[in-house]
């Protein structure tokens, strides 16, 4: 099995900068796929960004240009840079693994950008 825990939420300023961590732990070399979701208060959950163990990207056009996905494995890590940051950017943020067609969540990590 796979867990994997959120870190480096918090409060920023508009125009600032966040950085979150998703360490992965236990069957750790059967991932995939890692990436981040969020949620904002009354909206679903959404699409933000994923990197695959090629190193390839995707990211959702509202962060395009502000955020960067990168990815560690030597530390089976994943990180999601946060620059310029906007209020629209509020929300809970989840990191997510695909392993062997299974998908883990985080419980979760807040940010808040305030105008």
């Known amino acids: 099995q796979v867990q994997v825990v959120e870190s480096g939420g918090g409060l920023a300023q508009a125009g600032g900068s966040l950085r979150l961590s998703c360490a992965a732990s236990?069957?750790?070399?059967?991932?995939?796929?890692m990436g981040w979701y969020r949620q904002a208060p009354g909206k679903q959950r959404e699409f933000v960004a994923r990197i695959r163990y090629s190193m390839s990207r995707n990211y959702a056009d509202s962060v395009k240009g502000r955020f960067t996905i990168s990815r560690d494995n030597a530390k089976n890590t994943v990180y999601l840079q946060m620059n310029n940051l906007i209020p629209e950017d509020t929300a809970v943020y989840y990191c997510?693994?695909?392993?062997?067609?299974?998908?883990?969540w985080g419980q979760g990590t807040q940010v808040i950008v305030s105008s």
């Open positions: 997510n693994a695909l392993y062997n067609d299974v998908e883990v």
């Open positions: 236990g069957s750790t070399f059967s991932i995939t796929t």
